[in-house]
Nanobody, 122 residues
Framework: QVQLRESGGGLVQAGGSLRLSCAAS????????MGWFRQAPGKEREFVAAITWSGDLTDYADSVKGRFTVSRDNAKNMLYLQMNSLKPEDSAVYYC???????????????WGQGTQVTVSS
């Protein structure tokens, strides 16, 4: 099992930037694919971005492609999500998750953090 804790959320104006971090411990983080998901009130949890254990492959939801960048530092057991050009529709609780393979479905990720709130004002 991988223990995960997100940080870096907050309130930002539209067009601004935030960088989310996810600190990992436990099972070998460096061998886990990692993902970012988000959930807005009244909506299902949705895929945002994912990265392989080595960092050589990434995947993004169409809604964030070109604005968000996922990265990881296995030496520090850290996962990041750089979010630029934020829009009000990006407002949600953001979760990091650990799994075995690059994937878009929440059910394919085994371990989850508690989430961090991102609010984008118009």
């Amino acid at each position: 099992q991988v223990q995960l804790r997100e940080s870096g959320g907050g309130l930002v104006q539209a067009g601004g930037s935030l960088r989310l971090s996810c600190a990992a411990s436990g099972r070998i983080f460096s061998r886990s694919a990692m993902g970012w998901f988000r959930q807005a009130p009244g909506k299902e949890r949705e895929f945002v971005a994912a990265i392989t254990w080595s960092g050589d492959l990434t995947d993004y939801a169409d809604s964030v492609k070109g604005r968000f960048t996922v990265s990881r530092d296995n030496a520090k057991n850290m996962l990041y999500l750089q979010m630029n050009s934020l829009k009000p529709e990006d407002s949600a609780v953001y979760y990091c998750a650990a799994g075995r393979n690059l994937a878009r479905y929440p059910t394919l990720f085994d371990d989850w953090g508690q989430g961090t709130q991102v609010t984008v004002s118009s």
